[in-house]
C-alpha cells in the first residue's frame, strides 16, 4: 500500500497499524499546495462482505466521526470518506503526539498533576455522548503533551 494513492490525492506513505477490522496509514495531501505537503491519516476498512448495510454503517460512522472532530478540540477532524474497490477509507486529521502506551510504562513515575491532567482530558473525551450509546471504541489515545 506504501506509494499508493487514493483519489488522485491522498499518498500513503507510512503505515501506523493493523487490525482486526482494517489498517491505519500515514499519507500525504496532494490537493494542497504547501511544501512539505501536509500530512493526515487514512483509516482504510476491509469488510468481509460488502453490502447495503455495511455501506449504511459506514456512512453513519463517518457522519458521527465527523460531527466528534467539529465539536471537539481532542478528536481529529474527518477530511473525507469514500468507497473504492470494495474498501472503506476515513481520512482524518494527523494528531502529533506520543501513543500514551508509549509514555506510560510500568515503574515510570508520573507526577499528580500530569495524571489528573490525562484523566481529565481523557474523560471529557469519553464522556461525550456517542461514547455513552455505542459499545466501541477504537483507535489509538495519544497524548500532545
Known sequence: MIGTILRNRYRIISQLGSGGFGETF?????GIEFNPKPRCV???LQPAV????????FEQ??????NLGENHPQIPNLRAY??????????QDLIIGQDLSQE???NKKLSESYVIQLLQDILTVFNLKIFSERSNFYGKIISKY
Do not use: G, M
Open 82 to 91: 469514500f468507497q473504492e474497490q470494495n474498501q472503506f477509507y476515513l481520512i
Open 61 to 66: 460512522e463517518a457522519k458521527i466521526l465527523y
Open 26 to 30: 500515514i499519507a500525504e495531501d496532494l
Open 42 to 44: 487514512v483509516k482504510r
Open 50 to 57: 460488502i453490502e447495503p448495510e455495511v455501506s449504511r454503517l
Open 104 to 106: 506510560i510504562t510500568h
